[in-house]
């Protein structure tokens, strides 16, 4: 039964960090001090609850049977969200400093400390891709004879995690997206985001199919 709250509860978490992550997308932020505030707390949640999120996973596929494919991939994906928080508050940073640290400086030297700025998390990034992305190739091992998952889960994951890691190393140090190749951000997102609602949904079937014998003995 704690196991199965795991599982429902971190899955919820996986769902609410994929909508900090959209919220940090779509909304536009005041360029304030509380919208600064904001704008990072929500950017943080997607890294954080994802931690959370991908611990709840590995217990739940190690459930029937632990396997050193779930152990690694756990490994992979908690070096990778936390690689993503700091590329992602390096980002917020070096945006908001920007302004005062160009002041004085002519356009090309404005243009240059930026650019030069930027090379930072978009390194952070490329890491956070490949971290992540071998989290997925090796869950993608353990989804497949996982009950409740199955191949349909487990081939997308590796397929996914492999062109992610592909796309990344043939455009570096530039995004695949930036670099007139495919951006498999979003899909990578929406795969996280349908593997976190399944597992909320294994974690409330365990519940209600443990409160139902819990019942049945009951009476």
Not at 3 to 11: I, K, M, Y
Not at 77 to 87: C, E, H
Not at 97 to 123: I, N
Not at 129 to 135: C, G, P, R, V
Request: with cysteine; glycine share 10%.
């Amino acid at each position: 039964m704690e196991n199965a709250r795991l599982w429902l509860f971190g899955g919820i978490a996986g769902i609410l960090g994929i909508g900090c992550y959209l919220s940090a997308i779509l909304i536009p932020w005041p360029e304030t001090q509380l919208g600064l505030s904001v704008s990072v707390t929500i950017v943080s949640g997607f890294p954080i609850l994802g931690i959370v999120a991908s611990y709840a996973l590995c217990d739940c596929l190690a459930a029937p049977r632990q396997t050193a494919a779930n152990r690694i991939a756990l490994g992979f994906a908690i070096s990778g969200f936390a690689t993503l928080l700091a590329m992602l508050l390096v980002q917020v940073a070096v945006t908001s400093a920007m302004p005062e640290l160009t002041r004085g400086l002519d356009a090309a030297a404005a243009k240059a400390l930026t650019r030069a700025m930027r090379m930072v998390d978009l390194g952070l990034d490329v890491a956070w891709d490949l971290l992540y992305s071998t989290a997925m190739i090796f869950w993608g091992f353990a989804l497949r004879t996982r009950r409740g998952f199955g191949p349909g889960w487990a081939f997308p994951s590796m397929a996914l995690g492999a062109l992610l890691i592909v796309l990344n190393v043939a455009t570096f140090p530039w995004p695949p997206g930036d670099h007139g190749s495919v951006d498999l951000g979003p899909v990578a997102a929406l795969f996280i985001l349908a593997l976190n609602i399944r597992l909320t949904y294994l974690g409330w079937r365990a519940l209600r199919s443990g409160s139902e014998r819990d019942t049945t003995a009951e009476s």
